[in-house]
């Protein structure tokens, strides 16, 4: 699951438009901004399989740390609660949230029973939807359209650039999608790790698309000025 965790992402918007896309990207997807890093300092690990073998080109052998369900909660609130010290907005701040618990959930679907329910524990869960590609595809595809949507319209370009940077976003994020899918297995794991951490590219681009467009009046929570000062 890759470009499902951007459209929920992006649908989010709409419960906390003055939340920016970035954010939302960054708490979406933050169990896998989380994974390159700890595969790089050795605390998770992940196999290449063989060509042949199977749909996915990994086999997700240890990642308690940033994708067991325990953890998961515990991101949660992390992420959830620094945003509220920061910005004291609360239906910001329960939207991150949900939206970093989402990722597991959506991986729950795709991935082969391997997700932690807690580090050092025996039980996994996933229902590997992976396996069935015609079916994960085209769903996963749905998720990030939707999303889409919901961001165009929950959103107005403040300039021509908001207009532009939307299309840049959704043509990087589906070639990127299409490279993953289509594109040959990692040649190592250190390779992984690397693509990975460019994701924080994706996030940096969020923070881009939203500086350019502003939510409109009738968005379910009205744009506020910028509240800057804290009571
Ligand atoms: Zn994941």
Do not use: C
């Amino acid at each position: 699951m890759f470009i499902g965790h951007f459209g929920v992402g992006l649908g989010a918007k709409k419960a906390a438009p003055r939340v920016s896309l970035g954010t939302l990207f960054l708490a979406a997807q933050f169990l896998d901004l989380l994974w390159p890093t700890f595969l790089l300092i050795g605390i998770e690990r992940v196999a290449i399989n063989p060509p042949g073998t199977s749909h996915v080109p990994l086999d997700f052998t240890y990642y308690p740390w940033s994708h067991s369900l325990v953890m998961v909660l515990l991101w949660s609130l992390v992420v959830g609660g620094i945003y509220y010290a920061v910005r004291r907005n609360a239906r910001g701040a329960i939207v991150l949230g949900a939206l970093v618990l989402s990722h597991w959930v959506l991986d729950l679907f795709v991935h082969h029973a391997d997700l932690p329910l807690a580090p050092g524990g025996a039980t996994f869960a996933g229902w590997a939807l992976w396996d069935y590609p015609a079916l994960e595809l085209p769903i996963e595809l749905a998720i990030f359209l939707i999303g889409l949507i919901v961001y165009q319209r929950t959103t107005t370009p403040r300039d021509r650039t908001g207009k532009l940077a939307l299309l840049v976003l959704t043509v990087f994020l589906v070639a990127v999608h299409l490279a993953n899918v289509l594109g040959p297995p990692p040649p190592s794991v250190e390779a992984i790790a690397w693509v990975g951490q460019s994701q924080w590219l994706i996030v940096a681009l969020g923070y881009w698309v939203d500086r350019h467009r502003v939510p409109r009046v009738n968005s379910v929570e009205a744009p506020l000025p910028n509240k800057s000062t804290v009571h």
